[in-house]
């Protein structure tokens, strides 16, 4: 198994390599082809790697480190990489980040396929392709580290071919904004990377080491002084990348103005490193120092739920709306992770994949939209959708139902488990203190079906004679449906048998 890791690790940036060698006028016509069939092997290997784990976690609370109770890891590799320092190339997977590595793979190969309908321009496809592939290495990478500088540096890969997606290939008609966003994109990221690396380095301080599996089972990182002060540092830098209120505003506008590939890789895929981050290295690493601190990162969870909820309603663009939206349902993927219960930990792993899903097929969807009327502000795209695009029309409604949690589709049941987990936190934190937490976030549900059905209203519904834009020939084209297939057909799945993943975490 470890052959297949490290095949689906090396075969993207060997291919990025390669796709830039090519000559440019080649390059481009072959380039989205060429990502598709990589990205494909990559998608078959995950999932071939995720056969092969075997699922074990099985949370019993933040006092009992993930360790003393896991299985050995799966596909695993380690070696000596820097020794001087002491830092390994460590690899390996198990349930938690295998379903994570299969969303990377799955929503790169679908952008891929996406990209066959982007007429190319002479030398940007084969690099946004290459890009794509590069980030897919990069995450996949920081997934499967065991070594906290390797999840550092695969954390770090992914920076720059992002800025740069959002930079060149991002909109049109706003040259000046879009390099704000990149910029804004870069400046914080760059920001909560570094408060990371100096909580990594406090860790490192306090252990000896950078190994993550020596340091699930380390006696020296319990209590508080330098283990609070690194926790700190972490928590702050994973929040970032989240992200948590007041560290989102670098989301809406790299949302805004990236290309639609771009949207979805970075909600469907990059948001959850910085969860990610959270459940592999905060709670068991410091246990604590997380206690500690975990009912502010509730309290900051349950602001970003209520925040992104109202400023979803007074948005005017369907990209910021989404983007928005984002920063809520993050913020319940944050309260579970801040309840530190079996039931919160496992919603917000469950949580993670089906945002990836749902919110990959909002923003293709979006893009779509975009693309048809040069713009993706409400005001000008005017009403009546369902009768000027019935099919994109009816899957908007399909995506805006699954995001605000109709029973029956993927996005319910990770909030329904963390609003249980917040229901009964664990025994060393305030439990009043998380009802209030509770009762707010089910607000936030409330309004997260107010602001998707007002989308839908507005959008969708109304007399196509009122409307001021022209109809369109193509609804829906061929490779569309072909790339939003799987992320319907998940969502529903998912919905409906939520024991697919439930399964790799453990039983309630």
Same mark, same amino acid.
């Given at each position: 198994?470890?052959?297949?890791?490290?095949?689906?690790?090396?075969?993207?940036?060997?291919?990025?390599?390669?796709?830039?060698? *090519?000559?440019?006028?080649?390059?481009?016509?072959?380039?989205?082809?060429?990502?598709? #069939?990589?990205?494909?092997?990559?998608?078959?290997?995950?999932?071939?790697?995720?056969?092969?784990?075997?699922?074990?976690?099985?949370?019993? /609370?933040?006092?009992?480190?993930?360790?003393?109770?896991?299985?050995?890891?799966?596909?695993? !590799?380690?070696?000596?990489?820097?020794?001087?320092? /002491? $830092?390994?190339?460590?690899?390996?997977?198990?349930?938690?980040?295998?379903?994570?590595?299969?969303?990377?793979? @799955?929503?790169?190969? *679908?952008?891929?396929?996406?990209?066959?309908?982007?007429?190319?321009?002479? /030398?940007?496809?084969?690099?946004?392709?290459?890009?794509?592939? $590069?980030?897919?290495?990069?995450?996949?990478?920081?997934?499967?580290?065991?070594?906290?500088?390797?999840?550092?540096?695969?954390?770090?890969?992914?920076?720059?071919?992002?800025?740069?997606?959002?930079?060149?290939?991002?909109?049109?008609?706003?040259?000046?904004?879009?390099?704000?966003?990149?910029?804004?994109?870069?400046?914080?990221?760059?920001?909560?990377?570094?408060?990371?690396?100096?909580?990594?380095?406090?860790?490192?301080?306090?252990?000896?080491?950078? +190994?993550?599996?020596?340091?699930?089972?380390?006696?020296?990182?319990? /209590?508080?002084? #330098?283990?609070?002060?690194?926790?700190?540092?972490?928590?702050?830098?994973?929040?970032?990348?989240?992200?948590?209120?007041?560290?989102?505003?670098?989301?809406?506008?790299?949302?805004?103005?990236?290309?639609?590939?771009?949207?979805?890789?970075?909600?469907?895929?990059?948001?959850?490193?910085?969860?990610?981050?959270?459940?592999?290295?905060?709670?068991?690493?410091?246990?604590?120092?997380?206690?500690?601190?975990?009912?502010?990162?509730?309290?900051?969870?349950?602001?970003?739920?209520?925040?992104?909820?109202?400023?979803?309603?007074?948005?005017?663009?369907?990209?910021?709306?989404?983007?928005?939206?984002? %920063?809520?349902?993050?913020?319940?993927?944050?309260?579970?992770?801040?309840?530190?219960?079996?039931?919160?930990?496992?919603?917000?792993?469950?949580?993670?994949?089906?945002?990836?899903?749902?919110?990959?097929?909002?923003?293709?969807?979006?893009?779509?939209?975009? +693309?048809?009327?040069?713009?993706?502000?409400?005001?000008?795209?005017?009403?009546?959708?369902?009768?000027?695009?019935?099919?994109?029309?009816? @899957?908007?409604?399909?995506?805006?139902?699954?995001?605000?949690?109709?029973?029956?589709?993927?996005?319910?049941?990770?909030?329904?488990?963390?609003?249980?987990?917040?229901?009964?936190?664990?025994?060393?934190?305030?439990?009043?203190?998380?009802?209030?937490?509770?009762?707010?976030?089910?607000?936030? !549900?409330?309004?997260?079906?107010?602001?998707?059905?007002? @989308?839908?209203?507005? @959008?969708?519904?109304?007399?196509?004679?009122?409307?001021?834009?022209?109809?369109?020939?193509?609804?829906?084209?061929?490779?569309?449906?072909?790339?939003?297939?799987?992320? $319907?057909?998940?969502? %529903?799945?998912?919905?409906?048998?939520?024991?697919?993943?439930?399964?790799?975490?453990?039983?309630?």
């Amino acid at each position: 198994m470890n052959a297949i890791l490290l095949g689906i690790l090396a075969l993207p940036l060997l291919a990025a390599l390669a796709l830039w060698a *090519l000559p440019i006028a080649l390059g481009d016509r072959l380039a989205a082809l060429y990502g598709a #069939v990589v990205s494909g092997l990559v998608l078959v290997g995950s999932v071939l790697l995720w056969q092969r784990t075997e699922g074990w976690f099985a949370y019993s /609370g933040v006092q009992q480190r993930l360790g003393d109770s896991m299985r050995p890891l799966a596909a695993v !590799t380690d070696g000596p990489w820097i020794p001087p320092l /002491g $830092v390994r190339f460590h690899i390996g997977v198990d349930s938690i980040s295998v379903p994570l590595i299969v969303l990377t793979a @799955l929503l790169t190969f *679908l952008c891929c396929i996406y990209s066959l309908k982007i007429t190319p321009r002479i /030398g940007r496809m084969r690099s946004l392709i290459a890009l794509l592939l $590069v980030i897919e290495a990069g995450v996949i990478g920081a997934f499967s580290a065991m070594d906290l500088v390797l999840f550092f540096v695969c954390f770090e890969i992914v920076l720059i071919p992002m800025w740069l997606i959002i930079d060149i290939w991002g909109d049109d008609h706003d040259r000046a904004g879009r390099k704000r966003a990149a910029t804004t994109f870069v400046l914080m990221t760059v920001f909560g990377s570094a408060l990371m690396l100096l909580g990594f380095l406090l860790v490192y301080r306090q252990a000896g080491t950078f +190994d993550l599996v020596q340091l699930t089972n380390s006696p020296v990182l319990g /209590g508080h002084g #330098v283990p609070l002060a690194a926790a700190l540092l972490i928590a702050v830098g994973l929040a970032v990348k989240v992200p948590l209120w007041p560290l989102h505003i670098w989301l809406p506008d790299a949302h805004a103005k990236a290309p639609t590939v771009g949207s979805v890789i970075l909600a469907g895929v990059l948001l959850k490193l910085g969860t990610y981050g959270l459940i592999r290295i905060l709670v068991p690493v410091l246990p604590d120092a997380t206690v500690t601190i975990a009912p502010y990162l509730a309290g900051f969870s349950t602001v970003a739920i209520i925040a992104g909820s109202l400023a979803c309603l007074g948005q005017t663009d369907v990209k910021r709306l989404i983007a928005y939206s984002s %920063v809520g349902h993050m913020g319940f993927i944050g309260l579970g992770i801040a309840s530190l219960s079996e039931a919160g930990m496992q919603g917000a792993l469950f949580a993670n994949i089906a945002h990836g899903i749902i919110t990959g097929l909002l923003f293709f969807l979006a893009g779509a939209i975009k +693309d048809r009327h040069d713009t993706s502000d409400l005001r000008t795209i005017g009403r009546a959708l369902y009768a000027r695009l019935p099919r994109i029309g009816a @899957l908007l409604t399909f995506a805006c139902l699954a995001s605000l949690g109709l029973p029956g589709l993927a996005g319910f049941w990770g909030e329904m488990l963390i609003l249980l987990g917040a229901y009964n936190p664990a025994d060393s934190l305030p439990r009043a203190t998380y009802l209030v937490f509770m009762v707010i976030a089910g607000l936030g !549900t409330v309004l997260t079906a107010a602001y998707f059905l007002r @989308l839908i209203r507005n @959008l969708c519904q109304g007399d196509p004679a009122d409307n001021p834009a022209s109809a369109f020939a193509v609804d829906l084209s061929r490779i569309e449906l072909i790339t939003w297939s799987p992320l $319907v057909v998940l969502t %529903v799945l998912l919905g409906v048998w939520p024991g697919l993943l439930l399964a790799q975490w453990g039983n309630l």
